[in-house]
């Protein structure tokens, strides 16, 4: 996949010389041929747009990519690729057509579209054109390249999911990939902060390099710096041969450091220098080395409290956070539960298992204190209970039906609506019966196709 390139930063001369001699001197003119021909310029698929969203000329990628086809009646981009009947930020989504109209500027934002693939990640670059006269907006080209940062299906070696707090940490993700800069990830233990680490490291420029983990939970503050720079012979005794460094093998490529709280203040200024100075020396020997890695570093701690307490050199921090992503917790993208299940299952080579609407329902109500790492141990432990290929409550630990019936005890003593109230009482008549749904019509005392038609709302909801 070509990587993402923005039009600003893109040697484009044609098209500023252009834009200002053939583009209209007054919104009330059409759009030129050449504007046709700085689409079809692009390789990815690029539109013109009006100021109320309309497309109004398309390259041919747009139109292999989304199916797109002109008609005499106008067409919007958010209908296209999005498939809303309203604009991106009236759906819950930043529209990059808004912001660039506010601001007058580029505009660049990470979305979901519609693909005869089905939903891919895109990144989305709005570019303004201007009325050389008036200086007023009056059209934008829009260009779209497919991102490889995640995807709303299941995958053995990709990000996965769609909920906005999901999105959002992609969107910084994909923003420093590219870059050198240091990151610092926060966020709760099992968030999955390596495979983040993992995902910026792929779409860099390092990407051909080797990605080294390092747990600094586990390495014993005596073995730090030898593990860190490595050793010389006769260093220390059992120093018997020459050992390079996590530091060296990481040459070329990204050096992860997992933890990064649980260094040691001795240690902590060890890793200062090297980030200051980027050259370090093997223990035992007198001879520098030049450092070159990108650092990535990960912690569930509040570092700042750290600092305050003083287990925590502030002057590293700030060396360390140039750019913090936070990871939202599961509890906070449940939207991505079912899309993570499949992708545990496929890895589990359990793609033969599914789980029941009930107990999905019970995950949905359940707060993963232990995030992604708890659901993977859920599910694993759940195929193995299964006997007929079916996940059923049953077969979910004590601890998500306990808190998920506390949870819906306490939520059924608080006035609801009657829509919200009837759904509650369906998922839970759903779970009585076994999804055998045609004794559950019966004892509702509806058809059957009613009784599929309240599902199917249920399902909306989800």
């Known amino acids: 996949m070509r990587p993402f390139v923005p039009i600003a930063s893109r040697k484009l001369p044609f098209l500023t010389c252009r834009a200002q001699r053939f583009l209209p001197l007054s919104a009330a003119m059409q759009p030129s041929n050449e504007i046709q021909a700085i689409l079809n310029s692009f390789r990815e698929p690029s539109i013109l747009l009006s100021l109320d969203y309309e497309i109004l000329m ?36 930043s529209c990059p057509l808004k912001q660039s109209l506010e601001t007058g500027e580029n505009t660049r934002v990470l979305h979901i579209h519609h693909t005869p693939r089905g939903k891919e990640y895109v990144n989305v670059e709005m570019w303004p054109i201007k009325d050389p006269d008036t200086d007023e907006v009056v059209f934008f080209i829009e260009r ?45 233990s099992g968030t999955g902060k390596e495979l983040v680490a993992e995902t910026i490291h792929r779409l860099s420029d390092r990407k051909n390099e080797a990605f080294v983990p390092v747990e600094c939970t586990g390495l014993p503050e005596t073995l730090f710096e030898s593990e860190l720079f490595g050793y ?36 902590q200024v060890k890793l200062l220098r090297l980030l200051e100075t980027r050259h370090y020396r093997r223990v035992g020997s007198n001879d520098w080395q030049e450092a070159d890695f990108r650092l990535i570093c990960a912690t569930h701690k509040d570092l700042s409290q750290m600092i305050a307490s003083g287990s925590f050199r502030e002057d590293l921090y700030y060396r360390l956070s140039v750019f913090e992503i936070m990871l939202p917790p599961l509890r906070d993208r449940l939207d991505d539960l079912q899309a993570l299940i499949a992708t545990i299952l496929e890895r589990l080579t359990a793609t033969h298992v599914t789980f029941s ?20 141990n859920i599910v694993e432990r759940a195929v193995i209970l299964s006997d007929d290929g079916i996940v059923r409550p049953k077969h979910l630990p004590e601890r998500c039906r306990v808190q998920s019936d506390r949870m819906e005890s306490e939520a059924a003593l608080r006035i609801v609506p009657l829509k919200e109230a009837e759904q509650r009482y369906l998922r839970k008549a759903l779970a009585s019966y076994q999804g055998d749904r045609k004794k559950l019509a019966a004892a509702l005392g509806i058809s059957e196709r009613a009784l599929y038609r309240k599902l199917a709302a249920l399902k909306d909801q989800k």
């Open 58 to 93: 398309a390259n041919s990628a747009y139109r292999s990519v989304y199916g797109f086809i002109e008609k005499k009646r106008a067409a919007r981009c958010y209908q296209v690729s999005h498939r809303y009947s309203v604009p991106c930020d009236m759906a819950g989504e």
């Open 144 to 188: 779209m390249c497919p991102s490889d940062v995640a995807t709303t299906m299941s995958s053995r070696d990709r990000l996965v999911g769609h909920a906005p707090s999901f999105q959002k940490m992609l969107a910084l993700v994909e923003r420093v990939a590219r870059s050198d800069t240091n990151v610092l990830l926060l966020g709760e």
């Open 232 to 267: 010389v012979k006769g260093a220390f005794t059992g120093a018997e041969a020459n050992k390079p460094g996590l530091v060296e093998a990481a040459r070329g490529g990204t050096l992860f450091l997992d933890e990064i709280g649980d260094i040691p203040l001795s240690d």
């Open 357 to 376: 609407d009930d107990s999905l329902e019970y995950l949905r109500r359940y707060g993963f204190p232990g995030n992604i790492r708890e659901l993977r």
